[in-house]
């Protein structure tokens, strides 16, 4: 048959010579290459003792931040929500009471905040989108494997970072 | 007297037992280790130390397993089959001389637990007795994949002993006996001045390469391991196995493992002797105890020499199988014979 571009080759397998068909040379020439291969330095990484260096702008897990006074910054405007391709983030906003002024920032808080980490696609679109500065992807952690799938969605108890000590103290001497 | 002799034979007896079964345990934990190294990872390491407990938790992973028989299997063969290929995997390291004589007390003790004059008879009998376990598991299964697979086992094996049988025989006509024993004392004389350096492998290379690719195929090994074809056959004769009787047939390719490589080095490398073994002025005692250490040394470089090929060559087609053992490997076989019988009358003839 013609071939339409005329550049096809007309391969031909040659009769294989004798020392191809005595296989020993080629079974020779394998075992040295995997012998090689034997003493090379292995790739493997042995996860949970060693991990592998992570980059400055790695996007990990998410942390909700609190400002310089201890206090959620968070106001729950669902802005991060909106902007989630990934759909992974739900909030429920609920208004700050008298005497709460120590613990949220704003009037505004979110009562609850939960983060799907099996739906996250750690593209850090929640970080850029937030007006207050609120959420960031940490660049020294990951959301672990877990054996429920509810155990991947993280609330406020996992998202939000602890209260830094000497606060702690200081609220509680005020 | 003759029953501390009996005492002694069953002491031997067991350690060889022992042995085996320890070598062809770790012989496990080896094959996945050097898959590893070959394949640029590092293999099994969480069980214990460098992964050293893995065969344990392996054996204990398949007796946990459902023991499952397949509802139309003939269930009496389908034990049969495993426990047959662990028993003739088990009973052919019986023969082999592990080591010279310990003279204890005036009394010299031959590291072997029976000797019989027909010895390598004796180990070609069982290994092809070793084909039937795979067979009637294969059957008893009642699975067509089994079945084809203990078909190709069988015929493979016919072919493959054919040759191997050859390739014995020009061993033979250079030593001149069927006693393990002796073939391998005879290896401890001298050549060219070195004493413990007659080995049989000067003598007989090509009979050698026709025994060793014979070897694999005998053991159901990569390149040859067409009867459990993963690609064609799911899992050859074992597809219908789980739990012990899965375990069995895979510690018996281990066994067997063990006793080939003990057989080649026994046959061809010299067994237990090695280089200036005499010359060297030690006790007696100690160069036996180093003959058996040195024996050991040769088994498992031929034990990784089996794992090295399998790492390394894909598996032969099913004609290409038969088209090696009947157009080549038995043709040089025979020839090998005719050449050697030629030589040992040219030497009869003029240098005697
Ligand atoms: S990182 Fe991306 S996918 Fe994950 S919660 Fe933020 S916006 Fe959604
Ligand atoms: S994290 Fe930021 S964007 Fe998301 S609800 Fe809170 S304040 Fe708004």
């Known amino acids: 048959m013609q071939s339409l571009s005329n550049r096809a080759k007309k391969l031909e397998k040659k009769p294989m010579n004798l020392s191809e068909r005595m296989y020993l040379p080629a079974i020779f020439q394998g075992l040295s290459i995997t012998m090689r291969h034997f003493f090379k330095k292995?790739?493997?990484?042995?996860?949970?003792?060693?991990?592998?260096?992570?980059?400055?702008?790695?996007?990990?897990?998410?942390?909700?931040?609190?400002?310089?006074?201890?206090?959620?910054?968070?106001?729950?405007?669902?802005?991060?929500?909106?902007?989630?391709?990934?759909?992974?983030?739900?909030?429920?906003?609920?208004?700050?009471?008298r005497g709460e002024e120590n613990l949220y920032r704003e009037e505004k808080y979110a009562v609850s905040y939960e983060i799907n980490m099996l739906r996250c696609i750690f593209c850090g679109?929640?970080?850029?989108?937030?007006?207050?500065?609120?959420?960031?992807?940490?660049?020294?952690?990951?959301?672990?494997?877990?054996?429920?799938?509810?155990?991947?969605?993280?609330?406020?108890?996992?998202?939000?970072?602890?209260?830094?000590?000497?606060?702690?103290?200081?609220a509680a001497a005020r | 007297m003759e029953l501390s002799l009996l005492l002694i034979k069953a002491l031997i007896i067991l350690a060889v037992f022992g042995v085996t079964l320890l070598i062809a345990t770790y012989s496990t934990y080896a094959e996945r280790k050097v898959a590893a190294f070959i394949q640029d990872r590092v293999g099994p390491n969480r069980a214990g130390p460098f992964g050293l407990a893995q065969p344990l938790a392996d054996a204990v992973k398949l007796f946990f397993k459902e023991e499952f028989v397949p509802a139309n299997a003939n269930k009496f063969l389908f034990i049969a089959g495993p426990s047959l290929a662990m028993l003739t995997a088990c009973m052919s390291s019986a023969v082999i001389p592990f080591g010279g004589t310990l003279i204890i007390g005036g009394e010299?003790?031959?590291?072997?637990?029976?000797?019989?004059?027909?010895?390598?008879?004796?180990?070609?009998g069982i290994v092809a007795l070793g084909v039937y376990g795979i067979m009637i598991g294969g059957w008893a299964s009642n699975n067509k994949f089994s079945l084809l697979g203990a078909i190709r086992a069988?015929?493979?094996?016919?072919?493959?002993?054919?040759?191997?049988?050859m390739s014995i025989i020009a061993l033979l006509l250079v030593?001149?006996?069927?006693?393990?024993?002796?073939?391998?004392?005879?290896?401890?004389?001298?050549?060219?001045?070195?004493?413990?350096?007659?080995?049989?492998?000067?003598?007989?290379?090509?009979?050698?390469?026709?025994?060793?690719?014979?070897?694999?195929?005998?053991?159901?090994?990569?390149?040859?391991?067409?009867?459990?074809?993963?690609?064609?056959?799911?899992?050859?004769?074992?597809?219908?196995?789980?739990?012990?009787g899965m375990g069995l047939y895979l510690f018996a390719e281990y066994v067997n493992i063990f006793v080939a490589s003990a057989v080649m080095s026994t046959l061809y490398f010299g067994g237990y002797n090695f280089p200036f073994m005499d010359q060297?002025?030690?006790?007696?005692?100690?160069?036996?105890?180093?003959?058996?250490?040195?024996?050991?040394?040769?088994?498992?470089?031929?034990?990784?020499?089996?794992?090295?090929?399998?790492?390394?060559?894909?598996?032969?087609?099913?004609?290409?199988?038969?088209?090696?053992?009947?157009?080549?490997?038995?043709?040089?076989?025979i020839a090998n014979v005719i050449l050697t019988g030629g030589a040992i009358l040219l030497k009869q003839e003029f240098f005697q």
């Open chain 1, 42 to 97: 292995k790739a493997t990484i042995k996860y949970p003792e060693e991990t592998r260096p992570m980059s400055a702008v790695w996007r990990g897990l998410h942390v909700l931040k609190r400002d310089e006074k201890g206090r959620e910054r968070c106001t729950a405007c669902g802005l991060c929500a909106v902007a989630c391709p990934a759909e992974a983030i739900t909030m429920v906003a609920g208004e700050r009471k």
């Open chain 1, 125 to 170: 679109l929640c970080e850029e989108a937030c007006p207050k500065a609120a959420i960031f992807l940490q660049n020294d952690k990951l959301a672990p494997a877990r054996y429920e799938r509810d155990e991947f969605i993280y609330g406020k108890d996992r998202l939000v970072e602890p209260m830094p000590i000497e606060l702690t103290s200081s």
């Open chain 2, 108 to 124: 010299a003790i031959h590291l072997q637990a029976i000797e019989v004059n027909i010895g390598i008879l004796y180990v070609f």
């Open chain 2, 154 to 165: 069988a015929s493979q094996n016919i072919s493959y002993e054919l040759a191997m049988g």
């Open chain 2, 175 to 244: 030593t001149g006996t069927l006693s393990m024993r002796d073939i391998a004392a005879q290896q401890g004389e001298e050549l060219f001045g070195i004493s413990g350096m007659n080995w049989n492998i000067f003598y007989q290379p090509l009979g050698f390469l026709i025994f060793i690719v014979c070897a694999f195929a005998e053991t159901n090994r990569v390149p040859f391991d067409l009867p459990e074809c993963e690609t064609e056959l799911i899992g050859g004769y074992h597809t219908e196995y789980s739990s012990m």
């Open chain 2, 280 to 333: 060297l002025g030690l006790p007696h005692n100690v160069v036996t105890i180093l003959g058996t250490v040195v024996l050991f040394g040769k088994i498992f470089f031929f034990i990784f020499f089996f794992m090295w090929v399998r790492w390394t060559l894909p598996r032969f087609r099913y004609d290409q199988l038969m088209n090696l053992g009947w157009k080549i490997l038995i043709p040089l076989s």
